[in-house]
């Protein structure tokens, strides 16, 4: 192999026919020593050469312990003195310079032998690794002597010269680099044997092997060159370029589809970012230099195939998910119970369905904004989940309520997973999808809402008549007891959704106590700051009863109710206006109607007193309404009677 390797790389193609070391007269006629050149054994015993200056044949034995004689930069440097010496004479014998020629090309059947040695086995340890360095030091003074050659006349100069043995290196590098990847394909390794094709077999293998072989060059090889011949990423670029060519065969003819995935996770994920940017090789080596491993058009071309087969199968298995889940309602069946409570396993399939394919795709395709292609699948099924749940209600069928709550289960879960998504989803598609969930919940939540909502309206129906006012009527006791017994049979919620629907119920009453209130003529004012304590004492017992059944909400309701209490109480105008402001600056949508309406309940407010107060609102309600702790309430309390009561006090005014 290395004979044949020197064949390509040294000009001169002549057999061997004198020994590596011999002697010669010197200008004083005495004789002294030829440098004594490390020529393998190998090569050695297939060449019987004779040394017609020494009395005696050296054998192989002897010329092997030779060779350890001398260190291979230092037989370079007395060749290079030798060949000055004689071509500084005015005429030199032929017989003298064809035996130099002759030795500089024994010379250089060890540096490229050395050099081609460089990943084997045996050759990573201390020894070999000198004899690397004088290999490098050999191949820079041939350099340095072919410069000093290069400015004179041709018939001076002699006929190896330039020997380019740096340009000889780097092509020797090449045919190694190829030759390794070649032998990488052939070698059946245990990590090979466990995949599933051919082409994978072969992209692993090539790329185990380059791996392994840029590691060994920044751990051991790089240190026998100096750094301005920036070694390791004269193998990187060799290896890209060669891993580059084979892949490019590989997928010239077309792959299927797995094949097809997995080359693109070698291109786009595992050797860009696992390989190139291994702790020891990450910041070495010039990565911008290289490029992607397939060109751009081809590149294009398997992303487009691995995307448009992606997105089939997100859709077929999304699809798949909710078919099952539809038809688990239609059998009747009633939900598993889990930890006391009803749930689907819907969720976590259609969440493992997104996740996998995320995860691939991440691995697959680098433009990672291409990751909406497979989000608007899930934009699409939750569409599709949330009219089959809407339907389902419509429908009303006898296990409706262990239904829906397993669904409710699965809504937080997914907009768990929605919400907290960080990659491959815009914040527009997110806004969508939580749009969606919300209209489910929504829809869920209702189920067990609305049948409430008459009957909360009926329970405060007595509120500001004059057994409430005095205080002779509970109002608010017999509703939180029948809102108790209602929420005993939500035991098998999920305490987490059931908090969400606590909160809800909790909304849902205290806007139908607003709205209540608001629709109240007042008699006079004894009326007001008497039902303003009750309804003081309403929210107290409201706050107390969501509280304890978990509901977060409860402090800020039961403000509110103590703050529109408090406008009732008072009689003074500009305290009124001062109450009126602070509570609009705490309810973004306590909006200029609702002022009004309130403020029709008043007794001695003119219509001055109201213009008044309602342009301080204006004026002084924040520009930035997400500033505004407080959630939206007011926009719930839809009252048509409002336009006609503001008509009303424009008339009178």
Known sequence: MVLDLWRIFVPCNCMLNKGAGGTEENSGGTRRRL??????????????????????????????????????????????????????????????????????????????????????????????????????????????????????????VPAWRPQRWLSTHNKLLQTMVESRLTEATEDDSDEAKQLSSAVKKQVC???????????????????????????????????????????????????????????????????????????ELDG????????????????????????????????????????????????GKTPELIDSYFFSPLAIDVIQVVNSSLTEFNHAIKDQSKAQRLIVHLENFLSSYRRSVEDLVKANPSNLHSVIKAQLVCEQ??????????????????????????????????????????????????????????????????????????????????????????????????????KKTMKTRMKNRQQQVAGSQRMVEDAKKIGSFFEEEGCGEASWLSEMLCSLAEILRLQDPASIHLEVVNLALKFPDFSGAHVSALLSLKFGLSALDVRSIRASVEENRPLDVSANQSPLFFSRVKLKWIDKKINQMWIKS
């Not at 930069?73 to 030798?82: F, G, M, Q, S």
């Not at 070999?128 to 003074?141: F, G, M």
């Not at 840029?214 to 090889?221: A, I, K, N, P, Q």
């Not at 960080?422 to 749009?435: A, H, I, V």
Request: charged share 30%; glycine share 4%; proline share 3%.
């Open 35 to 156: 440098p004594k050149l490390k020529i393998p054994a190998k090569i050695w015993n297939n060449r019987k050469v004779k040394n017609q200056y020494e009395e005696h044949e050296l054998d192989g034995e002897q010329q092997e312990e030779q060779q350890h004689e001398e260190q291979l930069n230092e037989v370079t440097r007395k060749l290079i003195l030798r060949e000055d010496e004689l071509f500084s004479q005015d005429s030199h014998s032929e017989e003298e310079e064809d035996r130099l020629k002759k030795d500089y090309e024994s010379l250089s059947i060890q540096i490229w032998e050395a050099v081609h040695n460089t990943f084997t086995p045996s050759s990573v340890n201390d020894k070999h690794l000198e004899v690397l360095r004088n290999v490098v030091d050999s191949i820079q003074q041939q350099e340095m002597q072919d410069q000093c050659w290069r400015d004179c006349s041709k018939d001076k």
């Open 284 to 331: 070495q080596i010039k990565t911008a230099c290289l490029g992607s491993l397939l060109l751009q058009d081809n590149l294009k071309r398997l992303e487009e195939q691995y995307l448009s087969h992606r997105e089939d199968k997100v859709k077929q298995w999304l699809n798949t998910v909710l078919k099952k889940e539809e038809e688990s309602w239609l059998s």
């Open 413 to 514: 879960q997914l907009r768990d997973y929605i919400t907290g998504q960080t990659g491959g989803l815009s914040e527009e598609q997110r806004g969508r999808c939580l749009d969606t969930l919300t209209a489910l919940r929504d829809c869920g939540y209702q189920c067990f809402t609305c049948p409430l909502h008459g009957k909360i309206k009926v329970y405060l129906g007595p509120l500001w008549t004059s057994p409430w006012v005095d205080g002779s009527l509970a109002v608010v006791d017999p509703l939180l007891n029948f809102l108790n017994q209602q929420l005993d049979d939500l035991s098998d919620l999920k305490p987490a959704c059931k908090q969400v629907l606590v909160c809800k119920l909790h909304q849902n009453v205290v806007v139908q106590y607003v």
């Open 205 to 279: 293998q090539m790329g185990k092997r380059l791996k392994e072989d840029l590691l060994t060059v920044v751990r051991t090889v790089k240190d026998c060159y100096p750094m301005k011949m920036d070694i390791l990423n004269v193998y990187g670029g060799l290896y890209h370029q060669t891993f580059s060519d084979r892949l490019t065969k590989l997928t010239s003819s077309g792959l299927d589809v797995d094949d097809c995935s997995y080359v693109l996770f070698w291109v786009n994920h595992y050797y860009p970012d696992e390989i190139l940017k291994h702790e």
